[in-house]
């Protein structure tokens, strides 16, 4: 954003690394009260909805449309692979993001009331309030990019659309970015409260050194899993670091995210088949 505004600066490594580290213990002190969780969870939900139908309307309020046939019918490849096949796998592959955290109230368990309705609810509503904002936000950006290339060589894709949707206003493509932003730290704070629930849940069962302290829970006010939260923000920032030593080591490691997480999906899938 700051580049759109001021195309002279340079962006250092090291910034992301900072800006990354301040929101990743800034969510940290959020995740310290437990009555705090609720709260924000509420406000993320709204928040979330909100910007989707802000973002939708804006979009395709101002934009110059492209035609029904160019967004349903054109395929515009440029994956680098020759066949349409692949690069429409690799699509689908970058789709699986949205949902990659679905099983996140499963791990919150021990702090839902009735957790076997209630969580059952919370993922079927996860999957139907994702449809319902994502799928027309999808197709109004769609109808609104004038220029696809430029798109998929800019440094950041959404930012460009946001722009060339609103006629090449930068002031709004900013504005536009920063409520998704704002989206994303909100669920950070979710991805937060979980993974610090699952190293407590593996603590418990002596899964971890310092399991005595990960799988205890703070005193009052807090009543968290205060020490499996520090392990897991801890992690977290060191992971971090891989960005300032080599790009290709961190982006290998993000996007075999979703290849690990769908091993680690498969397993109690196949162990019930097997039984």
């Not at 600066?9 to 959020?30: D, H, N, P, Q, S």
Request: charged letters at 10%.
């Amino acid at each position: 954003m700051v580049q759109l505004r001021n195309p002279n600066f340079e962006y250092k490594a090291w910034m992301g690394l900072v800006c990354y580290l301040i929101t990743v213990w800034t969510i940290f002190f959020f995740n310290l009260v437990e009555r705090w969780i609720a709260v924000l969870g509420r406000i993320s939900l709204a928040y979330n909805i909100g910007v989707a139908v802000v973002m939708f309307v804006a979009v395709l309020a101002v934009s110059d449309k492209q035609s029904a046939h160019a967004v349903f019918a054109t395929e515009t490849n440029m994956s680098g692979w020759s066949s349409d096949g692949v690069a429409w796998l690799i699509g689908v592959s970058a789709v699986h993001w949205c949902f990659s955290c679905l099983d996140a109230c499963t791990h919150m368990a021990d702090e839902i009331p009735e957790p076997e309705k209630n969580i059952p609810r919370s993922l079927m509503a996860t999957i139907a309030i994702g449809f319902l904002t994502g799928f027309p936000f999808a197709i109004s950006i769609f109808f609104s990019i004038s220029d696809m290339d430029a798109v998929a060589s800019s440094f950041m894709p959404s930012l460009e659309v946001f722009r060339q949707a609103l006629k090449g206003s930068t002031s709004g493509a900013i504005a536009i970015e920063s409520l998704l932003v704002g989206a994303n730290v909100l669920g950070l704070f979710g991805i937060h409260s979980w993974q610090a629930r699952l190293a407590w849940s593996f603590s418990r069962d002596n899964g971890f050194p310092f399991s005595k302290h990960l799988g205890s829970l703070a005193p009052p006010p807090l009543g968290v899993s205060l020490w499996a939260h520090i392990w897991s923000c801890v992690w977290t920032s060191l992971l971090g670091c891989l960005y300032l030593g080599s790009s290709v080591a961190f982006n290998s490691f993000v996007s075999g995210g979703i290849l690990l997480q769908c091993i680690t999906y498969s397993l109690p899938i196949i162990l019930l088949w097997a039984r």
